[in-house]
């Protein structure tokens, strides 16, 4: 984003990572929310932190802004140590949550009106970081108009830009396209995409697989609270399910028995719904089965990392 | 240039900045609603003066050496900036927290759980300060003589508002659930509302009443509200004025805490 020099007011020299976590656990009681995480988000990546329901996103999420307080391990964001210092981070970083938190009875503008004094824009700039907003979210011909008044897509695209009201050097992004069709999912990615071609480092949490390869630089999957894979999605793909997969179809009681038979041959697999899926074929040769040949994916990757099937 | 803007300062506690930003969204919210909280916050202190000024009125003349309309008057002040402060921030505090997300917002930005308790409190201190004159004026309107020490009045529903706002921020952080406000209206605030010399003066109840009205903020409002209007009585104020004082930094530091607890896991 232009001029973001401005916009970092505390002189904490630059550092390769606009994010870190080291180790990090979260207890609640008997639960285990977070265990052990690793994480980085490099200087002006996007990175996703992908993973089924449950797998602990929302609590990581939520120790970024020391809202939630980590019982073991190092978080530092933008050279920040959290939570002592997560005031000075907080500044410079921008959030958007997964729930819709806009003040519903005011208007457009009146929502960043709000968040610029709540992130301490200075006066002299808060009229043009207002405009500036607008322009981003596109959302200038419905400045005047109530919060209850718009789509769910404009809703998202004013939450996004309320978090950019400051030209924040980092951004969080909880599930931002969750429940929204695919038409506005598609408004959204340009707008994430814009972000990341300015050079604003972003973690992205979510659990939509394309959404994932389309915009991370990489990606980081998490499983029950621990990071199980980190790289770039397509690197990941080729180290985790090869190069292509085959898809079996056929009745229950047939897929079990191809299920059976492919761990037999010792080839990975995992369920679609409606057929198996046999991946890690790249050494095959004449072992491959017979089916339906397609290139593997991200999603093959998630399933058979997690365990679990995608909500 | 010497001086840092504040803007650019490394952040401490109980900024000016962040509490600004509290008071901002506030204000910009109100401009939303304000019709129906004034329509409330002043009409509901009016019925009640009317009802038992004039009710009790035409009974009793004179109640502790007061006109009863003047009695009523002026202690109905203590009881609209109760309710213009403590209601508001039961029910407003609960709402953002669990049905709006406010606070997750307000707390992704450089704001913490102090500034942000301590920015509503503001808030609905100033508007019940305000709120709370109504009773004066409509007992001007009735009969009531103004006199300058009223001028104080404002001061003090200032003060005791903040005291009461934090009471019910406290409330909302500590219930789970807003059923559960009931309770805390029905013993605790009725109670409060009933034995402060509001509408009759206390000087009938028990001993034992009396004494524990003494730990009521309410009574200290109300008797401080009839020595602006009537005169002042000097230590018995200043004693008034410093328990109002204890009372909101007390439920201030209460609040937070509650709040912390709340928002903070």
Same mark, same amino acid.
């Given at each position: ?311 | ?147 300058? #020490?009223?001028?104080? $009045?404002?001061?003090?529903? !200032?003060?005791?508002?903040? /005291?009461?706002?934090?009471?019910? %921020? +406290? &409330? @909302? ?60 009585? #000097?230590?018995?104020? $200043?004693?008034?004025?410093? !328990?109002?004082?204890?009372? /909101?930094?007390?439920?201030?530091? %209460? +609040? &937070? @805490? ?8």
């Amino acid at each position: 984003m232009n001029d973001r020099a401005g916009c970092d007011p505390f002189g904490v020299p630059p550092t390769p990572h606009a994010l870190e976590l080291s180790h990090v656990v979260k207890r609640y009681g008997e639960i285990t929310a977070v265990n052990g995480l690793d994480l980085v988000v490099p200087d002006g990546a996007c990175v996703g932190l992908l993973g089924p329901n449950g797998a602990g996103k929302s609590t990581t999420m939520r120790m970024l802004t020391a809202q939630t307080i980590a019982d073991e391990g190092q978080i530092t964001v933008l050279g920040h140590e959290l939570p002592g210092d997560s005031k000075a981070a907080r500044a410079r970083m921008g959030v958007v949550p997964q729930l819709d938190n806009l003040d519903t009875t005011l208007t457009v503008e009146q929502n960043l009106v709000v968040f610029s004094h709540l992130y301490r824009v200075p006066k002299a700039r808060r009229k043009a970081a207002i405009e500036r907003v607008l322009k981003i979210a596109n959302l200038g011909e419905r400045r005047d108009s109530k919060v209850d008044e718009l789509s769910g897509g404009m809703r998202r695209r004013l939450l996004i830009g309320r978090a950019l009201i400051h030209q924040p050097q980092l951004v969080l992004l909880d599930e931002p396209t969750v429940g929204l069709d695919p038409q506005v999912r598609q408004e959204l990615w340009a707008l994430i995409d814009l972000l990341r071609s300015e050079g604003v480092s972003i973690l992205m949490s979510t659990h939509y697989i394309e959404e994932a390869e389309r915009l991370c630089d990489s990606v980081t999957i998490v499983s029950h609270g621990s990071a199980v894979a980190v790289g770039a999605p397509a690197d990941l793909v080729v180290e985790h399910a090869g190069r292509d997969a085959v898809e079996i179809y056929g009745s229950p009681e047939r897929l079990v028995e191809v299920e059976a038979e492919m761990a037999k041959e010792g080839f990975p697999t995992r369920r679609t719904g409606t057929s198996i899926a046999v991946l890690g074929l790249d050494d095959a040769a004449g072992r491959a089965p017979a089916g339906e040949r397609r290139p593997a994916n991200l999603e093959d990757v998630f399933v058979l990392l997690t365990g679990e099937e995608i909500a | 240039m010497s001086t840092v803007p504040l803007e650019e300062r490394e952040p401490g506690r109980l900024e000016r900045t962040a509490i600004g930003g509290v008071l901002v969204r506030e204000i910009i919210n109100f401009s939303s609603y304000w019709r129906s909280t004034t329509f409330s916050s002043t009409v509901e202190p009016t019925i009640y003066l009317l009802a038992f000024g004039f009710g009790f009125g035409s009974l009793v003349s004179v109640v502790g050496g007061y006109n009863y309309i003047d009695f009523v008057a002026t202690g109905t002040v203590a009881t609209a900036v109760l309710f213009s402060s403590i209601f508001p921030a039961m029910f407003g505090t609960f709402i953002k927290y669990k049905f709006q997300h406010t606070y997750d917002a307000i707390l992704a930005a450089p704001v913490d759980t102090e500034e942000l308790v301590t920015g509503e409190a503001l808030w609905l201190a100033m508007r019940a300060s305000v709120y709370g004159c109504a009773p004066l004026l409509v007992g001007i309107v009735f009969g009531l003589d103004p006199s300058w #020490g009223m001028l104080a $009045v404002p001061a003090i529903n !200032f003060v005791a508002g903040y /005291g009461w706002a934090c009471t019910g %921020v +406290a &409330i @909302a952080g500590w219930l789970k659930g807003i059923e559960n406000f009931n309770y805390v209206t029905s013993a605790v605030i009725t109670p409060l509302f009933l034995v402060a010399g509001t509408f009759f003066p206390l000087t009938g109840l028990p001993g034992w009443v009396q004494a524990l009205a003494q730990l009521n903020p309410l009574f200290h409002c109300v008797q401080l509200v009839r020595h602006a209007a009537f005169g002042w009585e #000097g230590w018995a104020d $200043v004693w008034n004025f410093s !328990f109002l004082i204890l009372f /909101g930094l007390l439920m201030w530091r %209460v +609040a &937070i @805490a509650a709040m912390e607890r709340k928002l903070i896991d």
